[in-house]
């Protein structure tokens, strides 16, 4: 089996200063500085092979970028082994970075004062790549991203989505064998992001490159990576197949209930009445949303509808959202 | 070495650069007013006579000449080279097979393309009104041209190693700030090196500032024996490898402590 990424045992630990508030405490820093060790990334370990798409997951603080960072070559572990492409990333050997992309979503490597063009051929340059197959990508990138209308343009006077995909396209006109994605539809509209992620993977299909995406749009990984990577507090929590992990985490209903006006403290007496398996995922006004065990389901409705006054009742599957973040909440048991 | 890529890095700082033209200029002008206001303070000072052997017009010379050598080694690329690697926008020049230095020398370059003919203007309007008498020689010329570009080599280098302080420190700025004020002491700025009282002038010769402007200056101004040359150019030399060793231990250990925040 052939691995692209190899991840061995990868940890990262920061020192960060820290005081306590106040100006008496920032004059008692000046004299003696006091560090706190943060372990954002703790013995993680996983393979990738050749053409995949993995989907890299977890809350905000996780360990995520840090990791894709530490494969990219931008920072140095504490330890721990990785090779991506056969390199080890943070020796940053030029035929190493030849071969990579990151991608992130408030990344800069257009000049804000040059066209995307002239941006792009200094790209080409830098990477040394042949004129002929640079023009050959480049023209698949401007139709594939629909970038024709934008090459003219100075990098300043392009929208948020126009420069997402002119960045987008800079960090891929080498035709990497390895991407990472770090956030690449942040902040972009829903049209933008549909567009981006159906290129990530039509360009997967053409270039058989393999990709490393964070996302904290589900739709992303949902739409893209079979595969998901989730990490939480630095440790990994699962790798394997989205669909598995929506099953372990899910042996719960959604019960959605609209009910009638003015019924507020009837539902707070009905719902005390449950058991913890019955959790309150949201209560805005008359709607309500319930998480219960699929087992206890139809008696928990039942009871409800005798209850309450019910206008409405729906049950359904969790949305991949929502079995996240109960994984985010909950952590884990495999 | 990828010269490809660093000549197209430079090509395209170009490109950015002369569309804001004014505002360089603008920098430009900040750069000479210091030495202008040093000028005219000497020149009032000599009046008719002589300050230390300094007449009226070789002060004028000697400030004009230094101007023109100030912009010429003005590091300016190390002021953002520290931002960069503050805010975490580093990690875009990390990313490419192309050592991030290129991105600094393609700044200054770039900078110096549009400067230098805004303040070689100046310098000549300047000469055209102030009307010192000054003949150059040749030989003079010739030596100058090394000393110059040894000087630019480093003055960048010095400041672009404090600058790369920024992955230990986030006001890594501030030791800048401190090379600055001591180039502006001891390279000649304030007064000529041989003006400065004695315990400062031996400071200035052991220093690596006066080999960034008073050592261009007196080469061109022919006030150096062939020993003072031979020293003086074996100085910059001596300097130049101890802010290359500086450098590299500083960029290789740096690298280790980068955080790459935010991007």
């Known amino acids: 089996m052939e691995y692209q990424i190899q991840v061995q045992s990868l940890t990262k630990f920061y020192r960060v200063p820290e005081r306590d508030p106040g100006l008496k405490e920032a004059l008692k820093s000046l004299a003696r500085r006091r560090y706190r060790e943060v372990h954002a990334v703790e013995d993680v370990s996983f393979s990738v092979q050749s053409g ?150 039509e360009y997967n299909r053409r270039n058989a490159a393999t990709i490393i995406l964070t996302s904290h749009y589900m739709a992303d990984v949902v739409t893209l990576c079979p595969r998901v990577i989730l990490i939480q507090k630095g440790k990994l929590l699962f790798d394997g197949e989205l669909r598995r992990l929506a099953s372990l985490m899910a042996p719960f209903k959604l019960v959605r209930m609209d009910l009638g006006e003015g019924e507020g403290q009837v539902v707070e007496a009905a719902l005390s009445d449950f058991s913890t398996d019955v959790v309150v995922l949201e209560h805005i006004g008359q709607h309500i949303v319930l998480r219960v065990h699929r087992d206890r389901t139809s008696a928990v409705t039942s009871r409800l509808l005798n209850q309450l006054p019910l206008v409405d009742i729906t049950i359904e599957d969790p949305p991949i959202e929502a079995v996240i973040d109960q994984v985010y909440r909950e952590g884990i048991d495999t | 070495m990828n010269l490809r890529g660093g000549w197209a890095l430079i090509r395209r700082l170009w490109m950015s650069y002369t569309s804001s033209r004014a505002f360089f200029w603008i920098l430009a002008l900040g750069h000479l007013v210091g030495p202008l206001i040093y000028m005219f303070a000497w020149i009032t000072a000599a009046g008719q006579g002589l300050v230390s052997g300094y007449s009226r017009d070789e002060f004028i010379v000697y400030y004009l000449i230094l101007i023109f050598i100030q912009e010429f080694t003005y590091p300016v690329s190390n002021w953002t080279v520290g931002d960069f690697i503050r805010m975490g926008m580093f990690s875009s020049w990390l990313l490419r097979p192309l050592h991030p230095i290129y991105e600094a020398i393609g700044t200054d370059l770039a900078l110096k393309v549009v400067n230098l003919p805004f303040t070689g203007l100046v310098v000549i309007l300047l000469g055209l009104i102030l009307k010192p008498e000054v003949s150059f020689q040749l030989q003079d010329v010739l030596l100058f041209i090394p000393a110059l570009i040894l000087g630019y080599m480093l003055r960048f280098l010095l400041a672009y190693a404090l600058a790369l302080m920024a992955f230990w420190s986030s006001r890594a700025d501030a030791l800048l700030r401190l090379n600055d004020t001591l180039l502006f002491l001891f390279s000649g700025m304030v007064a000529p090196i041989m003006l400065l009282p004695d315990g400062l002038r031996q400071i200035a010769m052991i220093l690596p500032y006066r080999y960034m402007l008073g050592f261009p200056i007196q080469v061109l101004t022919g006030a150096l024996s062939p020993t003072e040359l031979l020293a003086g150019f074996t100085g910059q030399i001596v300097w130049l490898l101890v802010a290359f060793l500086f450098h590299q231990i500083v960029w290789k250990n740096g690298l280790r402590h980068y955080s790459a925040v935010g991007g």
């Open chain 1, 52 to 201: 995949e798409m993995v989907g890299f997951i977890g809350p905000n603080g996780a360990g995520k970028t840090t990791t894709l960072k530490m494969l990219s070559g931008l920072l140095y572990p504490t330890s721990g082994e990785a090779w991506v492409n056969g390199f080890i990333p943070w020796e940053r050997r030029a035929p190493f970075l030849k071969t990579i992309a990151m991608v992130m979503g408030n990344r800069n490597s257009l000049t804000w004062e040059n066209t995307v063009l002239d941006s792009f051929q200094v790209l080409g340059e830098i990477y040394n790549v042949p004129r002929r197959e640079f023009q050959q990508t480049l023209d698949d990138l401007v139709d594939l991203l629909e970038l024709k209308e934008h090459l003219g343009k100075m990098a300043r006077n392009l929208s948020l989505g126009e420069r997402m995909k002119c960045e987008v396209a800079a960090a891929l006109l080498h035709r990497p064998r390895v991407i990472f994605m770090d956030e690449p539809t942040l902040g972009l509209d829903v049209t933008m992001q549909i567009r981006l992620r159906s290129f990530i993977a």
